[in-house]
């Protein structure tokens, strides 16, 4: 048996948080953004169970995302799978066109590749708004190479840089430049501008279609205004060993936990390979047979040590690094970072483990 490093995947809860963000979306379609192996959740787990729930819309990284995301969910029902990140090469716009990938456009070049290739599909035009991370600057010029170039355009899209923050000015400002440029370029074109935050903090700019990523897995993008989501991941690992310490004693490398008195440490299977960031090395809590523990001593790439003392804790328990009695959210706040890094780093090593 290999070792039990379970990530459980509540595909229930996944469920419940999709129905939420619809149903905080007045009319506009859900793109589930499940790139990234669907934030560390398993795609191949994630896409069935949000596919049953009506949704037809996916979006992914790049090509080699788009394809695997194909071979999964078929070709049936008009399935959009789009390409956040767009197409690098030649290679990718025949895998465009082989499996029916739908790429965001940036930049001339794509749209030349996508010709050349012989790309029926549909395009996303992506605009930067504000942000000044990935996005057209010059988005009618894209549009009109589209046209000459025969490709559809499917609609027009943008992203927030702080929607996290409802009352930072830059919302409003991207959402209202992305708007005039959208009436400017092409009216009638479908328009998608809302990330997990900006569905909770500006929902009036839903428009067509929203992306939901970080809230279908169930952390709260808006901290102050949490609307009820559930975690969809718990990450555990298993306690191997007990140890009987004296005052004084040292845990794990570089001896930088120092019991003060005579303590009992459990030896959890569960590393910084796994995901666990080593930065809980004695800051951490985790959660055992109802209980908060201390991470002692710094985490290894296979091991984290607990402080036991007092407890009837064995091998062979659950311990609870993230999920629903520890919030990734929480652990993340702890460490100056964000529940994405946590969700994104659980190793390939970790099995995910569906729970319906
Ligand atoms: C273009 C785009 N749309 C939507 C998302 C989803 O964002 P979030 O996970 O914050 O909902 C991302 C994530 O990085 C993105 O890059």
Same mark, same amino acid.
């Given at each position: ?41 398993? $795609? ?52 465009? &066109? ?7 456009? /940036?930049?001339? =070049? ?35 190479? &589209? ?9 027009? $899209? ?13 919302? =409003? ?51 102050? =205004? ?29 001896? /930088? ?40 001593? =710094?985490?290894? $790439? ?8 007092? /407890? ?28 994405? /890094? ?15």
């Amino acid at each position: 048996m290999s070792r039990p490093a379970i990530a459980r995947i509540h595909l229930d809860h996944l469920r419940h948080n999709y129905r939420l963000l619809k149903s905080r979306s007045a009319k506009a379609k859900v793109m589930a953004v499940i790139k990234a192996n669907a934030y560390g959740h398993e $795609m191949f787990l994630v896409a069935p169970a949000l596919l049953e729930e009506g949704c037809n819309s996916f979006a992914v990284t790049d090509a080699s995302e788009g394809t695997e995301l194909r071979s999964i969910l078929g070709f049936y029902k008009k399935i959009q799978i789009v390409l956040l990140s767009g197409i690098f090469d030649a290679e990718d716009a025949e895998l465009a &066109c082989q499996h029916q990938l739908t790429p965001n456009v /940036t930049e001339l =070049r794509q749209i030349k590749l996508l010709q050349e290739a012989g790309f029926k599909g549909d395009v996303w035009i992506k605009i930067d708004s504000g942000m000044n991370r990935l996005g057209a600057d010059k988005p009618k010029k894209l549009f009109e190479a &589209c046209h000459q170039a025969e490709i559809n355009v499917c609609g027009l $899209m943008s992203h927030l840089a702080c929607a996290d923050e409802p009352d930072h000015p830059m919302n =409003r400002q991207q959402a209202e430049r992305f708007n005039k440029l959208c009436d400017q370029i092409a009216p009638e074109l479908p328009r998608s501008l809302l990330n997990s935050g900006g569905i909770i903090s500006m929902p009036e700019y839903a428009f067509d279609v929203v992306r939901p990523g970080i809230a279908l897995y169930g952390a709260e993008p808006v901290v102050e =205004r949490p609307i009820g989501l559930k975690p969809v991941m718990t990450l555990t690992g298993e306690i191997m060993q007990i140890r009987d310490i004296s005052a004084g004693a040292p845990v794990s490398y570089g001896a /930088t936990f120092l019991a003060k008195q005579a303590m009992k440490i459990a030896v959890v299977g569960l590393g910084y390979a796994d995901g666990v960031p080593r930065a809980l090395s004695n800051h951490g809590q985790v959660f055992l047979n109802g209980c908060k523990q201390a991470i002692v001593g =710094r985490v290894c $790439m296979d091991y984290t040590m607990i402080d036991v003392t007092g /407890t009837d804790a064995k091998p062979g328990d659950a311990v609870e690094f993230w999920g629903e009695n520890i919030l990734a959210n929480d652990v993340a706040s702890s460490l100056d970072t964000i529940s994405y /890094t946590l969700f994104t780093g659980v190793g390939e090593r970790v099995r995910r483990k569906a729970v319906c």
